[in-house]
């Protein structure tokens, strides 16, 4: 049993929501947004962020621009839709069901 | 020393040395290797170019420009290794190779429709406006009505996208969860959009097309649509109407009974035709189940198809149609073996034969009619039916006179009853069971019209020829209603049956010879029918006319001799008055 492979799926579950949440204060090209996932311990390594932003982007959650950078090249700028914020509702919705449901399970499950 | 390489990646120029460019060319090999089926592969890789160009740079100063391996191992290793990719997006790429084995499908859009959801369908899959196809419909339909038939050969062709898959696969993109998730989206909010604009359909139409033309042709559809709908309500009633009426018919029919040429036909007349043919109850049996099976399959199919039509139900399974067509088959099977059955009842005929002497009175004989109730009831003349119920009874008028000349000095009446029957010696049986009133007394022969069979004895096309063979000088006076069982009586002047009666005819060397009729009424009843005669041969001629002209000639010659000759014969044959004893 690969326990490593549960947890990256766990991680993955959350990952667009948490991705989408970022971007709903700010909009952020991808270094900023690898940071913070960085950060928050919820990726590894950085080549996973851009096939699930492109992901996203095709199916409408997010759209980006093209900016200037002072210290390189131009930066994909990731900005977030209608669709991707009512979309962020909705995730936001069933992960709070979904942790509730979580932790009673469990908290139910550790009194017996 | 190391050689190195000017590489452009991301935008920027890197040198690079050997070893690590070719590391670096392996790792962005791999990568697009993997994403290259992958929706928006190469763009995933153009990112993942330009962070590495961003951390690259950050590795580079004026005093190190060269990229080394070390900085690319160091890079791969915040980017992940190609598998790490793999493992994130692994749902994504597997769906992604199935979405190549799928390809577009045509299906009817029954959600954008306007009739049956053909333009829309196609448009969806060659990726067009439907109101182009929507307008070459309708011009197809206007010059010649071919639109109408290719529309109603597509309808039926095209299978309609009612799942979501289905759906996908019309617009052509991969059945894959997040297009489906997309579309379900989509979808919803779509439905949002109409609810909210449930004030007025005419305002969605508006707002579906974009200009005035569009809602104008929309709102043509839009009526056909409904015209169409309301025509097929309309079969589908037809239909149940048809249904209801055959079955109520049969009913009413049945149990009441109907009115053909005035007879009347119904359960009273089914259940004596059975009694009277006093079949087998199998046979019986067989009949009924027989005509019911018959019954059942096409009412059945009317009722379901006007049901279907008016309330979309589904259609009929194989198995059950080919239910119904064994179930109709097998009551056409039961009616034929009962029908062989019943007529090998009739397959061979009998009859007998009884004479008897007819003393005539002062050289008289009066035929008369047994008159009574049942006579009454049905009227004299009627050939034509030859069975009649009277109070649960059965009556048969198959009952014939005829009168010959006799070649003896007497008078005298056969009486041939004869029958159908499984066997000759059964037929002969037949013949004899039934009851005939026949009254012969000095000067008089009293007949009924009709017979009735004996005691539980069958009906098998019994039938009664009487024949009075007169002696030469005889005379016979034919009572009123003889003309219900006189049958085609041969005499002089040539009177039809029913101008017979009431008449005295005597018996000549020549035939049966009127002696009360007016002589002026005989030669004109000649000259009328003379007349009738000869136009019908005329018009029997005509034919022939066209093919020889000689042959007109000689034909109506003949026809002239015959108008000429025959009313003097008449008066030559008349004999006198005074020798008539009345």
Not at chain 2, 90 to 100: Q, T
Not at chain 2, 150 to 160: D, K, N, Q, R, T
Not at chain 2, 197 to 220: C, M, P, T
Not at chain 2, 281 to 288: A, D, G, R, V
Request: some cysteine; aromatic content about 10%.
């Amino acid at each position: 049993m690969n326990l490593e492979n549960t947890k990256a799926q766990m991680r993955k579950g959350v990952l667009e929501l948490c991705i989408l949440n970022m971007l709903q204060s700010r909009d952020a090209y991808a270094n900023q947004i690898i940071e913070d996932l960085k950060k928050a311990e919820l990726i590894v390594v950085e080549g996973t962020l851009y096939p699930l932003l492109t992901r996203l982007k095709n199916g409408g959650l997010l759209a980006y621009r093209w900016e200037e950078s002072t210290s390189g090249p131009p930066r994909k700028y990731y900005t977030l839709t209608e669709l991707g914020k009512s979309a962020l509702k909705e995730l936001h919705a069933s992960w709070e069901k979904l942790q509730e449901a979580v932790n009673q399970s469990i908290e139910e499950t550790n009194e017996k | 020393m190391n050689k190195t390489l000017n590489i452009n990646l991301g935008g920027l120029i890197f040198h690079i040395d050997e070893d690590a460019f070719k590391k670096l060319e392996a790792y962005l090999g791999t990568l697009r290797n993997q994403f290259h089926k992958t929706n928006g592969g190469d763009e995933i890789i153009n990112d993942v170019e330009h962070r590495m160009a961003e951390l690259f740079k950050e590795r580079t100063s004026p005093s190190k420009e060269v990229i080394n391996r070390l900085d690319v191992d160091e890079v791969i290793a915040i980017m992940g290794k190609p598998e790490d990719y793999l493992q994130e997006e692994m749902e994504a790429n597997y769906n992604s190779y199935e979405s190549y084995s799928s390809s577009k499908k045509m299906h009817r859009d029954v959600d954008n429709r306007i009739i049956g959801g053909v333009a829309s369908g196609l448009s969806a899959y060659f990726n067009i406006n439907p109101i182009y196809l929507r307008v070459l419909f309708l011009v197809m339909l206007v010059t010649g009505g071919f639109g109408f038939i290719l529309y109603l050969i597509l309808w039926a062709v095209m299978p309609a996208a009612r799942t979501t898959a289905e759906k996908l696969q019309m617009r052509g993109k991969p059945v894959t969860l997040s297009n489906i998730e997309d579309f379900v989206k989509e979808e919803g909010s779509a439905v949002g959009r109409t609810m909210s604009e449930i004030g007025g359909r005419a305002r969605h139409y508006g707002g579906r097309g974009s200009n005035a033309l569009g809602s104008f042709f929309a709102a043509i559809f839009q009526l056909i649509r409904m015209i169409f709908k309301f025509i097929f309500k309309i079969i589908g009633f037809f239909f149940l109407g048809i249904a209801l009426i055959v079955i109520g018919s049969l009913m009413l029919s049945f149990f009441v009974g109907v009115e053909i040429d005035g007879v009347h036909f119904g359960q009273i007349e089914f259940e004596q035709a059975m009694a009277v043919l006093s079949l087998d109850s199998s046979i019986y049996n067989s009949i009924m189940i027989g005509l019911s099976l018959i019954a059942v399959g096409p009412l059945l199919l009317l009722i379901y198809y006007g049901l279907r039509i008016i309330f979309g139900i589904e259609p009929l399974n194989s198995s059950a149609r080919k239910g119904l067509v064994l179930v109709t088959l097998a009551g056409i099977v039961m009616l034929i073996v009962s029908g062989i059955q019943i007529a090998q009842e009739f397959d061979d005929s009998g009859y007998q034969t009884t004479e008897q002497i007819v003393p005539a009175k002062n050289g008289m004989i009066i035929l008369d009619l047994k008159k009574d109730s049942i006579l009454n009831e049905y009227g004299y003349y009627n050939n034509e039916n030859p069975w009649r119920i009277f109070n649960g009874k059965s009556y048969f008028t198959n009952v014939e006179l005829d009168i010959k000349r006799s070649s003896s000095n007497r008078s005298y009446l056969i009486t041939k009853t004869s029958a159908q029957g499984r066997t000759r010696n059964q037929a002969r049986f037949n013949s004899r069971s039934l009851n005939h009133y026949l009254v012969i007394d000095t000067g008089l022969v009293m007949s009924s019209p009709y017979f009735t069979l004996a005691e539980k004895a069958p009906y098998r096309a019994q039938n009664i020829r009487m024949t009075l063979y007169l002696m030469v000088g005889d005379t016979v006076y034919l009572s009123d209603g003889m003309e219900s069982i006189i049958y085609d009586i041969d005499n002089v002047q040539n009177y039809w049956d029913p101008d017979m009666v009431g008449h005295f005819w005597t018996m000549t060397d020549r035939g049966l010879f009127c002696t009360d009729c007016a002589e002026s009424e005989m030669i004109k009843d000649r000259w009328d029918n003379e007349i009738e005669e000869s136009e019908i041969q005329d018009s029997e001629l005509e034919e022939e006319v066209e093919i020889r002209d000689g042959f007109i000639e000689i034909e109506e010659k003949q026809v002239h001799l015959e108008r000429q000759n025959r009313p003097k014969m008449a008066i030559m044959l008349a004999p006198p008055q005074e020798s008539f004893l009345i």
